[in-house]
């Protein structure tokens, strides 16, 4: 089985949220100490809400992508997912895929750029990013996925050709 592995570099915006969240839940934490400091109980409650949202919020970093001969597989901190090479139809590469995109049901900038999202040119679409402007998008059925790897031109030679690969070998068994 060959496996590569793709790094998930961050965008300076991304950098700056991140940044920017984790600083304001520390403020937070320490405001809701000093504040209820005749109330223990409050005290604990607000520290633990925040330590709890950063655990939460950065388990859900994405570290990289693994492209195999059978999936690719979105590495996070914690978990991840995969997407197997058999139902993936077509791989591009679009630098501005994600602009103009309305955030749905997603994380819009802390850790990573996950959840759903949509914009005119993708419609409706799933995204696994950490820097817009290395935009791959996977078209798996109907449905669209963007992922930011490292290089995406490496990317989208290999995974075609593993895509290619699993096509033969599906035609074969027939």
């Known amino acids: 089985m060959t496996i590569i592995d793709f790094k998930a570099p961050w965008a300076g915006a991304l950098k700056a949220r991140t940044l920017l969240f984790v600083v304001l839940l520390c403020a937070a934490a320490v405001a809701g100490y ?11 409650v607000c520290v633990s809400t925040c330590v709890a949202l950063l655990l939460l919020a950065s ?15 979105i590495k996070r901190l914690v978990g991840g997912e995969v997407l197997p090479i058999a139902n993936l139809q077509g791989v591009d ?16 900038g802390v850790f990573a750029m996950s959840g759903w999202y949509f914009n005119r040119r993708l419609k409706l679409y799933r995204a696994y990013a950490t820097d817009p402007t290395r935009a791959v998008v996977l078209l798996v059925g109907k449905r669209k996925i963007v992922i930011t790897p490292h290089d995406p031109q490496q990317f989208i030679a290999r995974a075609r ?13 027939r």
Do not use: V
């Open 34 to 44: 000093i504040g209820l400091a005749s109330r223990p109980f409050w005290q604990g």
């Open 161 to 173: 050709t593993f895509i290619k690969t699993a096509a033969y070998e599906a035609a074969q068994r």
């Open 59 to 73: 388990s859900r970093a994405i570290r990289g992508y693994r492209l195999t001969d059978e999936h690719i597989r």
């Open 93 to 108: 590469g679009m630098a501005q895929a994600m602009q103009g995109s309305i955030c749905l049901f997603a994380n819009c």
